[in-house]
């Protein structure tokens, strides 16, 4: 099955930083989301992009869909110690068949103090 | 609470032994999933469900089986587990298949097949 790229897969970064990771796929999707996984636990739904181009803001979180539908990518602003965890892509296509996510590799967050 | 939730959370077995991963929802949601979470490969989906008794093949459905009798329900199932299917499992669950539907995670299910 297709994967998508993710980069990068991990980062060390220090409190108050910005952060920026993206994701690129061979393919078009019509969907978007970004997901956040706590240690010990699944991943929850940060943002959610339906249309190219489109930019959406979840408090410090910004992601944007682009513009050929085949990457996205995801901003943290001023990163406080709770931003740890690894993030998610996830591609996604609707229509036809049964919606199916596709998800990228991760890129695992740590923030130091 | 809606919530999803698969039991056990961690299990070591060994080679062929059957075992029985279960998962439960509680939102009424016709659409279930269950993925495998490895390192360096993201989530990867295994089976999914659309509503009752309809289940098809994700992206790595080999070694498992799944079966959706009822809607709350959605049990994947390792009949003879082998080493590489040592891994981290989750089950999810959305209103639906169609649409923008948000997919609820559980908690996950660490499995060690020795």
């Known amino acids: 099955g297709q994967q998508l790229n993710q980069s990068p897969q991990s980062m060390f970064i220090q409190e108050g930083e910005d952060v920026s990771m993206n994701c690129t796929s061979s393919s078009i999707f019509n969907t978007w989301l970004w997901y956040k996984q706590d240690p010990g636990e699944g991943p929850v739904l940060l943002i959610a992009?339906?249309?190219?181009?489109e930019l959406t803001s979840n408090g410090r979180l910004t992601a944007q869909f682009g513009i050929t539908r085949k990457d996205s990518f995801l901003n943290i602003s001023a990163s406080i110690p709770s931003d740890v965890g690894i993030y998610f892509c996830?591609?996604?296509?609707?229509?036809?068949?049964?919606?199916?996510?596709?998800f990228g590799t991760g890129t695992r967050l740590q923030v130091t103090l | 609470e809606a919530q999803v939730t698969q039991n056990p959370r961690y299990l070591i077995t060994v080679t062929g032994k059957k075992l029985t991963v279960t998962c439960s929802q509680n939102m009424n949601h016709e659409y279930m999933s269950w993925y495998r979470q490895d390192p360096g490969l993201g989530l990867r989906q295994i089976y999914y469900s659309m509503n009752v008794e309809v289940t098809d093949k994700g992206d790595v459905p080999e070694g498992y089986k799944v079966s959706r009798k009822e809607k709350r329900n959605f049990p994947l199932i390792l009949e003879s587990p082998s080493p590489n299917q040592t891994s981290l499992y989750f089950c999810?669950?959305?209103?639906?298949?169609?649409?923008?539907?948000?997919?609820?995670f559980g908690p996950g299910t660490r499995l060690l097949v020795l």
């Open positions: 996830a591609g996604q296509l609707l229509g036809g068949t049964a919606s199916k996510l596709t």
């Open positions: 992009l339906y249309k190219a181009g």
């Open positions: 999810a669950s959305s209103l639906s298949a169609w649409g923008r539907e948000t997919q609820y």
